[in-house]
């Protein structure tokens, strides 16, 4: 069964970088297109961006220019680096694994919640 | 970016009922849509994808169709353990994939 976990800073500082961790257990990393989603509190669902085992990435335009998706084959990881945050940012935030194509996310992680606050 | 727009946003059903919720698109997406659950607390689970298709261990009351901007998904029979919000995304011309805003789902 495959399985995703996140990790990283539950608590970061505006301006400063968040950055997290997505490993995967139970399946490898290859042949998939990982993601990113994100929910601001009582809020949906937004498209982070996406990374290809390969390494090719697509990212949403409006986090384009603050966004950095890598993975990690070697250690069955992807990640996840967002510079520059504001307090727009804090959010609940899922890794993802995701068929292509069609393209749809049939396995996430529970979710870990980063509050951008001093 | 293409815009997705769920209607309701939020229904109340008694269980047995058949539900509804529709998802339009701002563009012709052909059937690049998925469908997710999500309950209280929990990541959201995938439902439906590429408009119609139930995904492995989903029961059968869900069910997906449409295609171009318009498109529905049903529960034949509500059960109790259907509640939760109900979310659809667009996969035609990504980036960015987009959701729709939500439908919230209660039981009488």
């Known amino acids: 069964q495959v399985q995703l976990q996140e990790s990283g800073p539950g608590l970061v500082k505006p301006s400063e970088t968040l950055s997290l961790t997505c490993t995967v257990s139970g399946g490898s990393i290859s042949s998939y297109y990982w993601s990113w989603i994100r929910q601001s509190p009582g809020k949906g669902l937004e498209w982070i961006g996406s990374?290809?085992?390969?390494?090719?990435?697509d990212y949403s335009p409006s986090l384009k220019s603050r966004v950095t998706i890598s993975v990690d084959t070697s250690k069955n990881q992807f990640s996840l680096r967002l510079t520059s945050v504001t307090a727009a940012d804090t959010a609940m935030y899922y890794c993802a694994r995701g068929k292509w194509r069609p393209y749809y996310l049939d396995y996430w992680g529970q979710g870990t919640l980063v509050t951008v606050s001093s | 970016d293409i815009q997705m727009t769920q209607s309701p946003s939020s229904l109340s059903a008694s269980v047995g009922d058949r539900v509804t919720i529709i998802c339009q698109a701002s563009q012709d997406i052909s059937s690049f849509l998925n469908w997710y659950q999500q309950k209280p607390g929990k990541a959201p689970k995938l439902l439906i994808y590429d408009a119609s298709n139930l995904e492995t261990g989903v029961p059968s009351r869900f069910s997906g169709s449409g295609s171009g901007t318009d498109f529905t998904f049903t529960i034949t029979s509500l059960q109790p353990e259907d509640i939760g919000t109900y979310y659809c995304q667009q996969f035609d011309n990504l980036p960015p994939s987009t959701f729709g805003q939500g439908t919230r789902l209660e039981i009488k």
């Open positions: 990374i290809f085992y390969s390494g090719s990435t």
